[in-house]
């Protein structure tokens, strides 16, 4: 079963953990979250991402982090292997919900339902009107507020 770990700038990761708890309660062992505090040393932070890795356990985990090219992700490039550890950047609710729903299959196919869920997760909303309320055509102004 693979690990699922979250690294990102405070206080994001541990709040996406808490919201994947939320939905999945029975997943605390396998789920960890660090967050990278601005005035914390990227050493110090990796040396913490190792403890933390080592210790969810797992043979094989994927890494999340919330911008490429910030200190988490270049933290987690040091962290990870790219065949037991896999790294994914932009870390999003969508993408955390469905490794974790998936977390039981190889961890290559781990990353495509993680990019998968990140991608699909993001759609613009089309507004509607309420209820038993159709919209009306001749109406200039198309910013009116509905309560």
Do not use: W
């Amino acid at each position: 079963m693979n690990g699922i770990f979250i690294i990102a700038h405070a206080p994001l990761a541990t709040a996406l953990r808490q919201c994947v708890l939320h939905v999945f309660p029975d997943n605390a062992a396998s789920v960890v979250a660090l967050d990278v505090q601005p005035d914390m040393p990227p050493e110090e932070t990796l040396e913490q991402a190792r403890i933390m890795l080592h210790q969810l356990g797992s043979s094989q985990a994927l890494v999340l982090v919330d911008v490429f090219g910030a200190t988490p992700c270049n933290v987690a490039q040091k962290l990870v292997d790219g065949v037991n550890t896999k790294l994914i950047t932009g870390v999003n609710l969508p993408m955390l919900l469905r490794t974790v729903s998936y977390r039981n299959e190889s961890l290559d196919a781990l990353v495509a339902r993680a990019l998968v869920g990140a991608t699909q997760g993001v759609m613009q909303v089309a507004i509607t009107a309420p209820q038993n309320q159709p919209r009306r055509d001749h109406d200039q102004d198309q910013h009116e507020h509905q309560q």
